[in-house]
């Protein structure tokens, strides 16, 4: 939905605070009263925008867990969740921001609950690999925040690829290499368990 598309992008340069119904219509080639044709307001259009990008990568972990997250889909997964991440290119952007916002910004508020949620899942898939429960929830922890930057992180990284002439973040031949990567480090991971 173009509405969704301008919304995701103007959040996620702009921040949450600083982008206006105003903008985000304006961007989507609309009216701003038309926006109440679709959302109650900014608070509502911010949930929908986080929720179409986040509930497909809880969807993914989720799956894991459910197949009793075998070797070979924890392997995958972050390059599961980079494919998913390709599809909203904005969203990474939008949670660093959100994260680092004020705790009483909506953004942040919302992005925190989606990520404990997005956390709980990634506890449940690490603990149910590792049922002696020899993995403690600190490295559990760290693991996680190191996959969620790589995974993440390579979606802000587009200034760098330009200075070093590696193309586009999105071209197949960077996403691929980005994914092998991605499964290189997920190996590491399980082999230390």
Known sequence: MKLLDAAEKLFASKGYSNTSLRDIAANAGIQEPGIYNHFKGKDALYSEVLNRALQPLADAIEATIVNGAPEKDLVTLPATLTDLLAEHPAMPALFHQALIGSPDDTGHTVITHWLAKLFAHGEN?????????????????????????????????????????????????????????????????????
């Open 125 to 193: 898939m690490w603990a149910q690999i590792s049922p002696e429960n020899r993995v403690d929830k600190q490295r559990i922890t760290l693991r996680m925040i190191l996959m969620f930057n790589a995974v993440t992180g390579y979606f802000l990284s587009q200034k760098l690829l330009n200075g070093a002439g590696a193309g586009d973040m999105l071209s197949p031949e960077n996403l691929a290499e980005q994914k092998r990567l991605l499964a290189k480090v997920m190996q590491l991971f399980i082999l230390e368990l």
